[in-house]
């Protein structure tokens, strides 16, 4: 669940560089369109603060950068790839194109796998057992206790010899039965009773802690779907978002190209426009990642993740139980 998480906030960092790296082409651009109309519409001050916004664009750069680093270091670090040790200066890129299509989901399904599937409800109903057992073991010993035994014993008897004796033995002439019998029951028998009654409220205690743990579950499952359905509505509210600014820098250009004068607040006005429209490109990837994260997280609530993203773990104990057979 982390390495995923990390690969999402590595393709984020990737995406605002490339946002910020346009941002600043764009910017610069523009500055030197102002530098080559210096003294006919344009003046020293408005290329001062043309020069302000590329310096301030570029440091943004400089930390989109230094973002990507870092994602690609805590990447290394969840990996433990060999080859990709966290002391080298290899820079990790994702490949994999994010989801932006509507998920099909079924509620019920999706409950039903998590009841199967979640860890923690194997380990509720492994401690069910458990105590069911030792409640079974608790109510035998409130019985009362009946020990049977049984000797036999061959004698040997000799009037001279050690020899004869020996054979007296051999012949089983002189043979003792013995049979006892001891039957206990304590008056009252408090200490099994309030054994037995213990372990009867722990196999209760281990059915609430089921039932409390299916119902987390559930709440789980309910919460990260609930996610991932809002996440791709804020997808499509981010995108309309990123078109209409979009939209605003054409139209801006369009004044340029038809000559319109470059007064100061037009130059501010496209300069901020142009800074609005890679923040919106970046809300738009933002959301993009999270609803891949939220993806993320819904499998995880319901518990097949590993066989969801190809991984096998093998049993410590199948060979040994081989061994033995």
Not at 40 to 69: K, Y
Not at 169 to 180: G, K, N, R
Request: glycine share 4%; charged share 30%.
């Amino acid at each position: 669940a982390d390495t995923e998480s990390a690969y999402w906030r590595l393709f984020l960092s990737k995406q605002r560089v490339l946002i910020q790296q346009r941002l600043l082409n764009v910017t610069i651009e523009d500055r030197n369109i102002l530098v080559m109309r210096e003294g006919i519409d344009v003046t020293d001050a408005d290329i001062a603060e043309a020069n302000s916004f590329v310096e301030t664009r570029r440091a943004d750069l400089i930390r989109a950068q230094n973002e990507l680093h870092l994602a690609s270091d805590a990447l290394k670090r969840l990996m433990h790839a060999p080859e990709l040790p966290v002391a080298g200066e290899e820079l990790i890129l994702p490949l994999d194109t994010p989801i932006d299509a509507p998920m099909q989901y079924d509620l019920l399904d999706a409950v039903t796998t998590a009841l199967r599937h979640r860890p923690e409800l194997q380990r509720a109903l492994l401690e069910i057992k458990d105590a069911s057992i030792r409640e079974r073991v608790a109510d035998n010993q409130r019985l009362p206790e009946l020990n049977l035994s049984a000797t036999v014993r061959i004698n040997g008897i000799g009037d001279t010899t050690m020899a004869k004796a020996y054979d007296t033995v051999i012949e089983a002439d002189f043979i003792d039965y013995i049979v006892s019998a001891q039957f206990e029951m304590p008056i009252g028998n408090r200490g099994p009773e309030a054994f037995w009654r213990q372990r009867q409220l722990e196999t209760r205690a281990a059915s609430i802690s089921y039932q409390r743990a299916a119902q987390q579950v559930v709440i789980d499952v309910k919460d990260t779907l609930r996610s991932v359905i809002n996440a791709y509505k804020i997808i499509g509210a981010t995108r309309q978002a990123r078109l209409a600014s979009s939209e605003n820098i054409r139209a801006i250009r369009a004044q340029i190209e038809s000559g319109i004068p470059l007064t100061p607040d037009f130059i501010d006005r496209k300069f901020r426009r142009e800074g609005e429209l890679a923040n919106a490109e970046l809300q738009e990837v933002a959301a993009v990642a999270d609803y891949n994260n939220a993806i993320a997280r819904f499998y995880q609530s319901m518990g097949p993740r590993l066989k969801r993203n190809g991984i096998a773990v093998e049993d410590p104990l199948a060979g040994v139980a081989d061994d033995d057979d």
